[in-house]
């Protein structure tokens, strides 16, 4: 189970009357497969057949219900969330925000407490689309703490408040898109001609701080892991090599072989907790532990919507978030698989993370997430 700071336990022991209007029962997925890694496969294109059938059954919706009147649909955060998300682009906790400041702006709530109420009921119908996704928990949370800061006593009448409300919501969702880029620039002192960085996975935010530092004309190279079992790294390479970068294909078991080679690790996250370590792809911490034991630094880059309450002790006080795999041949009914697709890196084997608030030490993040959620 996951560790929760005490402001949020507070947080969720004040249960909001429920809403009827604003949103529908909260989807649940029938598989016990993390509808992150169901849904991945549409964006990256790598996908089998059964995967496909549980990522279309994980995205389809019933028909919005009709007004009595047959004149409208009622909004559903689902779907508007579910159609942001089909930008390859666009992270899911951005989408989970864009369809948040949707839920402003189709409410028809009279007074601020309303609401208020509808965007908890939302963020909750979001954050039980999938219970593993961290970054999407985290971005509705983090909306939720922005968007809610402005008083209805500040304006003369609910709807001044409510535009109000609109336009920090709007502002916080163009922020969001914007991370990427800011983290991007902000990397480029650290990746010097004729380095050779070690990447991990498919990291959207590692591909734009490497994409950057190409187009500013420096030299280096890239070994990419192959991201097993999805091929992430393989894609990333390919994504790489029409860039004109570099870039040399590894097995995942050949990282401690190759870290000789290495002047640094680049990795993502799925989510930054609060002792500054990280939630990110499985394989990340045997590649923390290995560059630490051989005095390479490993840099993170994730954006501040990943940032999110948690304190997991081990690697057992996660919450499952579980992936196919396929081997390509037969597996007896006996052997066990393992299949969670992700594992905690803690902070003392990692050297910065790069965000859009700016370049951290593991140690501060704890105090960037008190400014970010008070």
């Not at 529908?24 to 992150?36: C, E, G, L, V």
């Not at 682009?89 to 028809?108: K, Y």
């Not at 968007?147 to 409510?162: G, I, P």
């Not at 609060?274 to 630490?292: D, F, K, P």
């Amino acid at each position: 189970m996951w560790r929760r700071s005490a402001s949020f336990i507070l947080d969720r022991s004040s249960n909001s009357p429920p809403m009827a209007d604003t949103t529908q029962t909260p989807f649940q997925n029938p598989d016990a497969i993390s509808a992150y890694y169901q849904t991945r496969a549409a964006h990256h294109g790598v996908i089998t057949s059964d995967w496909l059938a549980q990522a279309q059954a994980a995205v389809e919706q019933p028909d919005s219900s009709v007004s009595d009147l047959g004149a409208e649909r009622s909004f559903n955060v689902i779907d508007e969330f579910n159609g942001w998300r089909k930008q390859p682009d666009l992270a899911e906790a951005v989408a989970a925000i864009r369809a948040m400041a949707a839920v402003i702006r189709a409410s028809e709530a009279t007074t601020m407490m309303e609401l208020e109420i509808e965007l908890k009921k939302a963020s909750d119908t979001l954050k039980s689309w999938d219970k593993t996704s961290i970054s999407l928990t985290a971005g509705c949370d983090l909306f939720i703490r922005y968007v809610t800061r402005t008083s209805a006593l500040e304006y003369e009448d609910f709807n001044s408040a409510k535009s109000r409300l609109l336009e920090r919501a709007e502002k916080f969702g163009e922020i969001s898109c914007k991370a990427r880029k800011i983290i991007a620039m902000l990397s480029q002192d650290f990746i010097f001609d004729g380095c050779t960085v070690l990447v991990h996975g498919l990291s959207r935010v590692v591909l734009e701080v490497l994409k950057t530092a190409a187009q500013n004309n420096k030299l280096f190279r890239v070994l990419c892991t192959e991201g097993r079992p999805d091929g992430t790294g393989v894609l990333l390479s390919n994504e790489l090599s029409k860039l004109d970068i570099p870039v040399k294909l590894l097995l995942d078991s050949a990282v401690a072989y190759s870290m000789d080679e290495v002047d640094m690790v680049f990795v993502g996250a799925d989510g930054v907790v609060e002792s500054g370590g990280i939630i990110n792809m499985m394989g990340t911490y045997q590649i923390a532990l290995v560059a630490h034991s051989m005095n390479k630094p490993v840099y993170v880059a994730a954006e501040s919507y990943k940032f999110a309450r948690l304190y997991p002790l081990d690697q057992k006080d996660m919450a499952p978030a579980l992936r196919p795999i396929e081997f390509g041949v037969k597996i007896p009914a006996k052997v066990e698989v393992e299949r969670s697709a992700r594992d905690y890196t803690p902070p003392q084997y990692l050297t910065l993370l790069f965000t859009d608030l700016g370049v951290l030490s593991p140690s501060v993040v704890s105090d960037e997430l008190i400014q970010l959620y008070l």
